[in-house]
């Protein structure tokens, strides 16, 4: 009986304790995914510039919307997905969430191997505070003190970085105001994690394929060795799990509070940054102690709370 009550107590999460859960680990396997990449197979030589980093893209777009379809069919749930898309009138409103998206699966991948895995992430760094600003001006969301001071806090630090950046890169921009318009668009449409993501893959699917096609005709598909067939699949699932997890994050924060736990994700990524050989000058770290420092004070603002 008392073992029962501990293991009732012991797992029993809130829906913000899950989300914040969800949240955190989709954070560090989401800054796996710059890694990953670094290893893809060898790349012919094309006209198109960065043609590597599109080719990737759409292979992330083409198993991800794979993997939904398997994922969704054994577990019983893809009679929903043609309940969606039955309905045609809604078409266009998937096409808008996928256009919205589209920029970010692009750029996670593109930027990496364009050595601007630090322009990501000073991007991910500004992009909480526009969430947070969105939700308290939009939604109505109040904060607690802590989170606010931890705002202030990331704030200075982000401030700080523009100040001694040597130009803002237009990657920054991209990212900060391409998510928070990605998610105002979901909580105007909710639906399930899974569906969505499934859908925005679906519908993005013509134009990977054509433009894989236009980087490499399919003749020369055949000729791709199944070593890189495997690869192509674990990055699909690379991107595919921790972009669920983070819907659905998401949909069980306020977007405040979700907005202050994305300052992981971009810590780890310049974590992954310096591992691949970025550097960063000694005027630089003050921005990712006081990131640092308002991440620590959101674990205690949460602990508390949960206490």
Excluded at 116 to 144: D, H, K, M, N
Excluded at 212 to 233: A, G, N, R, T
Excluded at 257 to 269: H, I
Excluded at 284 to 295: F, K, N, T, V
């Amino acid at each position: 009986m008392a073992l029962s009550k501990l293991n009732s107590k012991t797992f029993h999460f809130s829906p913000q304790q899950k989300g914040v859960i969800a949240s955190v680990i989709a954070s560090c396997l989401f800054a796996l995914l710059p890694l990953y990449v670094q290893f893809q197979p060898d790349w012919p030589e094309t006209a198109v510039a960065g043609g590597a980093g599109h080719w990737l893209t759409g292979q992330r777009i083409l198993w991800s919307a794979v993997i939904m379809l398997v994922g969704l069919t054994l577990v019983g749930r893809i009679s929903t997905l043609w309940e969606q898309l039955k309905q045609w009138r809604l078409w266009p409103r998937f096409l808008l969430s996928a256009c919205l998206i589209a920029p970010q699966f692009w750029l996670f991948i593109w930027a990496p191997l364009q050595g601007e895995i630090l322009s990501v992430a000073l991007g991910y760094f500004a992009l909480p505070l526009v969430l947070v600003a969105v939700g308290y001006f939009v939604y109505g969301e109040q904060l607690t003190r802590t989170q606010v001071i931890a705002c202030f806090i990331a704030a200075c630090g982000v401030v700080y970085a523009y100040v001694i950046a040597d130009g803002i890169s237009w990657i920054v921009f991209v990212v900060a105001l391409g998510y928070p318009l990605y998610f105002m668009n979901r909580r105007r449409h909710p639906m399930a994690s899974d569906l969505v993501f499934t859908l925005d893959n679906l519908f993005l699917l013509p134009f990977a394929l054509l433009a894989m096609l236009y980087l490499q005709p399919f003749s020369d598909w055949q000729k791709i060795e199944i070593s890189s067939w495997v690869y192509y699949l674990g990055l699909g699932l690379t991107g595919t799990l921790p972009m669920l997890l983070f819907l659905y994050a998401s949909q069980m924060l306020p977007l405040s509070l979700f907005g202050l736990l994305t300052y992981l994700e971009p810590t780890l990524v310049f974590c992954v940054g310096l591992l691949l050989g970025e550097r960063v000058e000694l005027i630089q770290w003050p921005i990712y102690g006081a990131i640092m420092l308002a991440l620590v004070l959101i674990a205690i603002d949460s602990s508390k709370r949960r206490a």
